[in-house]
């Protein structure tokens, strides 16, 4: 995605034109215009010159991010962001803002207070009403030259066919300039003919104060509005701010201070205590404990030793530290995370379409409302003034802006915070869909388990100690590179235990176990049937080993000297947070499903104790993918993993969940990334995108109710019926806070829990299709191989109405997930076609 800033949009019209223009260049497949940040993201092949020309043809201006200047990439980037820490808005519309009321005060002195409560003025100023009236002229003037941007905006959109809110500003106020112009001069010609009573009746035709007060109203709305939004990038700016400007490299053996934009790729930089890391890498030499706050939101430091990875941006709490630099620039973790919550900002939510339609045609309609509401007036046989004064406030209380900022505001809070929390959302639509999820598939390795072996049981013979029992399995393991075997060395390891002598004439039998002696007595290790080989198994002992086997672990035989010394169970465990996390997934009306390669035992044995609703075993990388299409059947489905075996599910979902310490190939496949690659992210990520949603939902109410409101009250419909009716003053008033208020709505988000499981509510899903899915099981006889696999699958698979078949040639089965009743004899001809014979189908 190319990445533009524009500049001169004011409202949701404005971003609304742009995208329009841009959508019609050639070879642009998407675009999408942010208000909040006046940038602009771009995909397809056209040249960025014809998308700039063609923002400047609809009246605005662009350029490229990172354009200007020179260097590399990653230090436009850097200036970019730079860029984007400064607010321009707020100081620029201060300046106005305090000029305008040098000369509104004592405009609206003579205008309001001698006018309607007496305040008293000089005697030859009071009874000169033509004096009174120029004196309001200039002032007025001086005001609206303060404010000319209103003008020059609003008009040169109304000559590109495209006015917005800066066009209301402009028609409202300079419709009360220039009446009350005309009742200047109508005043001066009263005054020479003698006419008292027509002077008097022209003074309270004056509109003067009007105009001022609505350019210094709608300025002090703007300049709130731009605080506000100074404040919903809050958490991206933090961001930027703790990226390091310098680093201490190794130069031909010396320490040398350089700028971070120096650090190359293979550099050696060094770390003091106190210090932040200034790009990712790897401990050389050393140990420290690391705040990773910044990049994880969780505040306890983290123990690294040599050949653990550091962060940039992280704290070095302890501990002098040599290492290697693995990522620099753009590469930087820190980097991509500011990377995802810009282009997230970037990007639209679906709900925005909505917004971005009636911010389409909400200016023109509005500039008709008033004409029309004027002409009314008029045939109604009111005044001119008084007509005047209902479609002035029909065009300073319509806002086009709240609407435009209603969705944007709010999925850059909910990003942010997102962001603080290690939870991370890549686009808009991530997030706001994120929320809707009916169904939960999880990955079993590395996301609800830890991914590591450990040791869980120890189970020794008769006669024989726990430590003895450890210690000989120490030794024999020592020499294996089985994941298992490192297991039982980190739990040696953790005991204390002391490295004996060497285990000589070592051998793996694979798939089996290990054989070796040591000193004299020889050892074995390895499955029931391997062992039973060598030692005789008590039936005691196969029980607990059917036991432990029953609850997911393998148990580890071994014998020294023909004789049975224990077992010790190793099983990949589930994390700490696992069962909570599903739980409250559950509470919250999710169905939690676990996929996994595993046999069909293990896996439920892991599933039990996660809590999962259902367990699907078995599954090959791309059955997952198919058990993901069957399952998006039943409603909207998020895919959580963390390996390169989940890519093809985390793609095929409609929301793919990436753990953090996963590999970059998971990462990129998904749509929201978790940084602490921990479960209880996931509700704690569908939790933010609920609450994100309602307060988008809330706030487009209340811009829409705002004018739904407004409008008729500023036209007068109420005056006939209740006599209401609003000063043009107060319906600048009200149209400068309207956005203001909308951004402060987005900012309560800043204050919501998204850990919090007690407000959880059950989202009342979908009626279920008509289409029900359903399976049955074919066994099958021939099958040697998984070339035979692939055979029966890939013709399973083509039958209309199957979603998808798991084939195993071990089993003998077919599984077949269908979406439709298909009979029995369709299938045996299926698989008989290709030469197996079918046994049973049920």
């Known amino acids: 995605m190319e990445q533009f800033n524009v500049t001169g949009m004011s409202c949701a019209a404005c971003s609304a034109r742009v995208e329009k223009a841009v959508s019609k260049v050639p070879g642009v497949t998407s675009c999408s215009v942010s208000l909040l940040t006046n940038s602009m993201g771009v995909e397809g092949t056209a040249a960025p010159s014809e998308i700039i020309a063609a923002v400047e043809e609809a009246g605005y201006g662009a350029s490229e991010k990172g354009a200007a200047g020179s260097g590399s990439s990653a230090a436009a980037a850097a200036a970019d962001r730079e860029e984007f820490l400064k607010d321009h808005d707020t100081p620029v519309l201060k300046r106005r803002l305090i000029w305008s009321l040098c000369f509104l005060i004592p405009l609206m002195y003579v205008s309001m207070g001698h006018m309607m409560w007496e305040w008293p003025l000089p005697e030859i100023f009071a009874r000169n009403h033509v004096a009174q009236g120029i004196y309001q002229l200039l ?11 209103f003008f020059i905006s609003g008009f040169r959109s109304l000559w590109h066919r495209a006015p917005n809110m800066d066009t209301l500003v402009a028609l409202g106020a300079g419709a009360s300039y220039g009446y009350s112009l005309y009742a200047l001069f109508a005043m001066t010609g009263a005054q020479m003919r003698g006419d008292m009573a027509g002077v008097m009746t022209y003074m309270h035709e004056f509109y003067f104060e009007s105009a001022a007060m609505i350019l210094t109203l709608i300025t002090v709305g703007k300049m709130l509005e731009a605080r506000s939004k100074g404040r919903t990038t809050d958490a991206l700016k933090g961001l930027m701010k703790l990226a390091p400007k310098t680093a201490t490299v190794l130069r031909d053996g010396a320490e040398t201070e350089v700028s971070v934009d120096q650090v190359r790729k293979g550099d ?8 932040n890391i200034p790009v990712d890498g790897i401990i050389l030499e050393g140990s420290s404990a690391v705040n990773e706050s910044a990049l994880t939101g969780e505040s306890i430091p983290v123990d690294k030793n040599a050949g653990d990875t550091v962060s940039a941006a992280t704290l070095n709490h302890s501990g002098f530290i040599k290492c290697e630099a693995t990522r620099v620039g753009e590469d930087t973790t820190l980097s991509q995370i500011i990377q995802m919550v810009s282009d997230a900002a970037a990007t639209k939510a679906p709900i925005a379409k909505v917004a971005d339609r009636v911010s389409g045609i909400f200016v023109p309609t509005v500039i008709g409302i008033a004409a029309l509401t ?3 007036w008029l045939i109604a046989g009111q005044d001119a003034g008084t007509a005047l004064a209902r479609g002035i406030s029909v065009l300073v209380i319509s806002c086009p802006c709240a609407l435009g900022l209603a969705t944007p505001v709010a999925i850059m809070v909910g990003n942010g915070m997102g962001a603080k929390n290690g939870i991370m959302f890549k686009t808009a639509v991530s997030l706001e869909e994120t929320g809707k999820t009916q169904i939960v598939a999880l990955d079993k390795t590395g996301t609800i388990t830890s991914g590591e072996p450990e040791v869980t049981d120890m189970i020794p013979a008769a006669g024989v100690s726990e430590e003895e029992l450890l210690s000989m399995a120490y030794a024999l393991e020592k020499k294996s590179e089985h994941p298992l075997a490192r297991a039982i060395l980190a739990r040696a390891q953790e005991d204390g235990l002391q490295e004996g002598a060497e285990v000589a004439d070592f051998t793996a039998v694979p798939g089996n176990g290990l054989t070796g002696t040591l000193e004299g007595d020889a050892l074995c290790g390895g499955n029931l049937k391997f062992i039973r080989q060598h030692a005789e198994v ?5 029980k607990q080993a059917e036991k432990l086997s029953e609850e997911g672990k393998t148990p580890l035989f071994f014998s020294r000297n023909g004789m049975l010394i224990g077992i010790i169970a190793v099983a990949d465990v589930i994390k700490e947070d696992s069962p909570q996390a599903v739980r409250e997934l559950q509470n919250m009306g999710i169905h939690v499903v676990m996929l996994t390669g595993d046999n069909e035992r293990t896996a439920k044995a892991i599933g039990r104790q996660a809590g999962v609703d259902e367990v699907i075993a078995g599954v090959l990388p791309e059955g997952k993918e198919s058990v993901i299409r069957a399952l998006s059947r039943k409603g909207k489905v998020a895919m959580v ?25 998971a990462i990129d496949a998904a749509d929201v ?3 602490k690659s921990r479960l209880s992210d996931v509700p704690a ?25 407004g409008i008729p009250l500023a036209a007068g419909v109420w005056y006939p019926l209740l006599g209401w009716k609003l000063n043009p003053m107060f319906g600048a008033a009200a149209m400068s806070l309207s956005s203001f208020c909308v951004v402060t709505n987005a900012l309560r988000l800043n204050f919501f829990n998204m850990r919090d499981a007690k407000k959880d509510k059950k989202i009342k899903q979908k009626e279920k299709q008509e289409e029900q899915t359903m399976e049955k099981t074919i066994k099958i006889e021939g099958m040697m191989c998984g070339h035979c696999e692939a055979t029966v699958k890939k013709s399973l698979e083509a039958l209309e109405g199957v979603d998808a078949a798991d084939v195993s040639h071990e089993k003998g089965t077919a599984v077949v997930t269908m979406n439709q009743e298909i009979a029995d004899d369709v299938l ?3 698989v008989e076609d290709k030469d197996y014979k079918v046994l049973e189908i049920k």
Do not use: C
Not at 139 to 149: D, G, L, R, W, Y
Not at 641 to 664: E, F, Q, S
């Open 139 to 149: 002032f007025t003037t001086a005001v609206m030259v303060i404010n000319q941007k």
């Open 268 to 275: 050696v930089f060094v770390v003091r205590p106190g210090e």
């Open 374 to 376: 004027i002409l009314i």
């Open 538 to 542: 008590s039936d005691l002992l196969k």
């Open 641 to 665: 993993g963390d390996g390169i075996n989940d890519a093809p599910a985390l793609t095929r979902a409609d929301i793919g969940i990436a753990i953090g310490a996963g590999t970059d190939i």
């Open 673 to 675: 990334v978790l940084m």
């Open 685 to 709: 990520a569908i939790r933010l995108s609920r609450a994100t949603l309602r307060n988008i939902h809330q706030n487009l109410f209340w811009a829409f109710i705002y004018n739904v409101i």
């Open 828 to 830: 045996k001809k299926t």
